[in-house]
């Protein structure tokens, strides 16, 4: 895939964000990754989604320089590049401030997984992240919010749970490419809603059976996975 | 009616699903039967329902065998074509995962009969199933599924409560046709939302009186019904 | 006004209904009266609002007889007649389950005036009428939900608090003709909406101070009101 | 900026409310002002946004006398103008009753600030007024509701924190101009949105940490802000 692709299919995702009803002005972002030639187009930082074209996607190395792009990229690239150095098999992030994700999130509480619909796209449940400590705020904050991420994953497996909230902050979601990170985003909405409102109708409400859990996440996502066409 | 006619009405149905705001992505399928030919037509399995067309639908035996189609049929075949065989007066099958149906399912709660638009739709409580052995979840799930929604009926009328919600899971529906089964999977999703305000803005919220929940019931239902045209 | 045209503002009322999202499938009607006729013209039962036309509304006198019109009017009708009959200066009424106003109703509660949105619209509490008696419900069901209404307003004035919760039923709201009842079923909803959300956000939350309560509804609505532009 | 153009701008701040879906039918109004001539914009009282054009629009000095239009101003002209005079540097107030903004006003409550969204336009919380006494509600009630908010800033900052609830009523924001003080608008009702769902969620939910406030705000706003492309 030749940049002008990349640059056009993070555009795209970006837009998907919009059309899902994930953000309001420009409360998100998405990026892509090239693996190969270890660059990322990602949205530029408080532009307009309907001002915004493929053109003005930023291009960046994995050590965040701009590589090209007239435009300061998103100020949360940093955070994006760390996934991608961390997590080997992502192509694509997103990140959002939807409402119901971000309410788990502000509440500083994983998602239980309470039901198949849940279990359909994360094994177990959807953590929150730990809190950033004063020298991680001061250090390099966006830098430090992947690490917050990261360090919550060194017992998990991101493609398994491809999707986190931070604590008092936001969710983060993540996939083979741009466009699978924003269906993990709006999926994780509707996950999250289902939660809350799961919780608040009976605050006792049992965790699925982990037997079921496992069914529905295999039955999609391993090796003798049906769902689907493929 | 043929099979490209009985294709065409569960074609229209699962849209019908979409453009109520019912399911996102792929979350939802809708199977009608034809009960002389013994063949159900079926949404085949994770496709977009923007790239669907009447054609793809998927028809299947009563013993789960794909008679004619080029597409797997959805991965709850076994559940729908479980219905037909043991709901004698059934043609269409309905299965979502709409939010606030799915958040009783969660909460592995009976809806109660709160109110007459509950009433006017189903007689008395909507149940929630049990949950599944491990042992019915290895053997075959899907099947399984399908018992846990008959077993629940053994002392119910399943055309007199034609909507359950599965502990764990989310909700089927059902009704003379495939059309029908979405409306009530229309109905059930706003009854479902109706009964978790009335909860969480009263924990102790009665239920309805007995006799306006029948006077309602049978004022659409019953040999005496006057609502309509019919 | 002749009742052709009568019955066109009756079709339009009961469409916008549909469009402000207070009803689904035929979930709702509203009706107008020609107090100088004594006759009222109302939606037919159960209806797609999608299917029908102007001329499809039915005219009914005071005392419920069809007096035009090839379909059966609402199953409501009586109800609808009853507030005629009782409520001397209204001339429109709608009858909607929507969706928040529907959950008090089902709760058994009056809507507590907790702000000036609400005391824009009703004076005081929007009430809750009592239940039907086992005698009421076997005797005529409709007729008798217009009697809980109107005994609810025995020391009320329902040109003042032109909207009503019926006890695990709905709302009913009525105004200067049927297009003021639709505006203020979509108040209603919002205000129902409003304080479920002040309730749960706090059990204790106070009313609103009965000076300001006041002081809100006679800039709209008393002598010298000075709200809008007449 | 001739009032032609002040007119204009304040016209499509108006429907922007509307296109936003944070007011039904008349319940809300924006302003802009324009400092060197002491004159504000402001939307006619009553009148329904499908008819109101931007000629409708109203200008008043700043001792709320009209000195164009053919129109009542809005019913909130003496708020608005009592907001100009006292918070130096807003040119644009906003009036809503948006849902969620409007519950926290009846709760009584200030929103705390539980995560980055609010933090990023709202430094520290966004505080609820108290309540009017009798005499002001007697003396001058739109005048008074003005005092109600620049009291609740006697030791504010109104452009680091530029919204408020105010007690029992409904939420004011402002801006620069007219249009931002509509952003304020949207993003209030988003924030007060998330509070909510993080206070039901978890009641004990603890406040965004004051060192991670701080870096929100500041990289949005303060002289070293990195978000956006300015």
């Given at each position: 895939m030749n940049f002008k692709e990349l640059k056009r299919e993070v555009f795209e995702a970006n837009l998907e964000l919009v059309n899902r009803g994930l953000?309001?002005?420009?409360l998100g972002n998405v990026s892509q990754v090239d693996r190969n030639a270890g660059i990322m187009a990602i949205k530029p930082s408080g532009v307009s989604y309907s001002d915004m074209?493929?053109?003005?996607m930023v291009l960046v190395d994995m050590e965040n320089?701009?590589?090209?792009?007239t435009m300061r990229p998103s100020s949360d690239t940093k955070t994006h590049t760390h996934l991608y150095r961390h997590f080997d098999n992502i192509g694509g992030v997103t990140h959002t401030h939807s409402t119901y994700a971000t309410a788990w999130a502000q509440a500083k509480q994983a998602i239980p997984c309470f039901g198949t619909t849940h279990a359909d796209f994360a094994h177990g449940e959807i953590p929150c992240t730990g809190e950033l400590t004063n020298e991680q705020i001061t250090r390099d904050y966006e830098e430090e919010t992947g690490v917050q991420i990261t360090d919550t994953y060194k017992d998990r497996n991101p493609i398994e749970t491809p999707m986190v909230v931070v604590a008092g902050h936001a969710p983060f979601t993540w996939g083979k490419d741009g466009a699978q990170s924003v269906y993990h985003a709006v999926v994780l909405e509707e996950i999250a809603r289902m939660a809350y409102l799961t919780r608040t109708l009976n605050p006792h409400s049992e965790l699925l059976k982990q037997e079921v859990a496992d069914k529905h996440y295999l039955r999609k996502h391993g090796k003798n996975a049906y769902y689907g066409q493929s």
């Amino acid at each position: 895939m030749n940049f002008k692709e990349l640059k056009r299919e993070v555009f795209e995702a970006n837009l998907e964000l919009v059309n899902r009803g994930l953000v309001i002005y420009t409360l998100g972002n998405v990026s892509q990754v090239d693996r190969n030639a270890g660059i990322m187009a990602i949205k530029p930082s408080g532009v307009s989604y309907s001002d915004m074209k493929a053109d003005d996607m930023v291009l960046v190395d994995m050590e965040n320089n701009v590589v090209e792009g007239t435009m300061r990229p998103s100020s949360d690239t940093k955070t994006h590049t760390h996934l991608y150095r961390h997590f080997d098999n992502i192509g694509g992030v997103t990140h959002t401030h939807s409402t119901y994700a971000t309410a788990w999130a502000q509440a500083k509480q994983a998602i239980p997984c309470f039901g198949t619909t849940h279990a359909d796209f994360a094994h177990g449940e959807i953590p929150c992240t730990g809190e950033l400590t004063n020298e991680q705020i001061t250090r390099d904050y966006e830098e430090e919010t992947g690490v917050q991420i990261t360090d919550t994953y060194k017992d998990r497996n991101p493609i398994e749970t491809p999707m986190v909230v931070v604590a008092g902050h936001a969710p983060f979601t993540w996939g083979k490419d741009g466009a699978q990170s924003v269906y993990h985003a709006v999926v994780l909405e509707e996950i999250a809603r289902m939660a809350y409102l799961t919780r608040t109708l009976n605050p006792h409400s049992e965790l699925l059976k982990q037997e079921v859990a496992d069914k529905h996440y295999l039955r999609k996502h391993g090796k003798n996975a049906y769902y689907g066409q493929s």
